[in-house]
């Protein structure tokens, strides 16, 4: 699966650039997905990508703004910020719906973490209908 391989072209392509994986490559990243993960998607906010089919880049304002963890030598949203990010920009529904299951099912059943940072982006009712949906699809 090329998920496994994203922590080399993390680490190959701008070394020496401080970037935070983002959206669908977060949410392959940190076990909330099992989509590829490829292309890399990274959040920046200084010196330059060029994006091609394997690496994207998307520039920020500030990324000390952006929730981040670090894993395994790789800084990464965290999963709250991954999922509000993957319902902010509509990318994949499966991805997000996914993620968010998988998010649910990782807590047992609490989201309050995820909820109080969807606030902020008017997610909250968002986030509770989409997860309705994907309860009802992957629990069956």
């Not at 392509?13 to 998607?41: D, F, H, N, Q």
Request: charged fraction near 20%.
């Amino acid at each position: 699966m090329y998920g496994v391989q994203v922590k080399p072209i993390y680490d190959k392509l701008y070394p020496e650039l401080k970037k935070i994986l983002c959206l669908e490559t977060a949410a392959r990243y940190l076990g909330l997905s099992k989509g590829w993960g490829i292309p890399v998607m990274v959040y920046y906010d200084s010196g330059r990508i060029i994006s091609s089919e394997y690496f994207i880049g998307k520039k920020v304002e500030n990324l000390d703004s952006i929730q981040q963890i670090q894993k395994n030598g790789v800084y990464c949203t965290t999963p709250e910020r991954t999922l509000c990010d993957l319902l902010l920009t509509q990318s994949c529904p499966q991805t997000a719906s996914q993620s968010l299951i998988t998010y649910y099912h990782q807590n047992d059943g609490d989201i309050s973490e995820l909820l109080n940072l969807a606030k902020t982006y008017s997610l909250t009712e968002k986030i509770q209908e989409c997860l309705d949906s994907a309860l009802e699809y992957y629990d069956e």
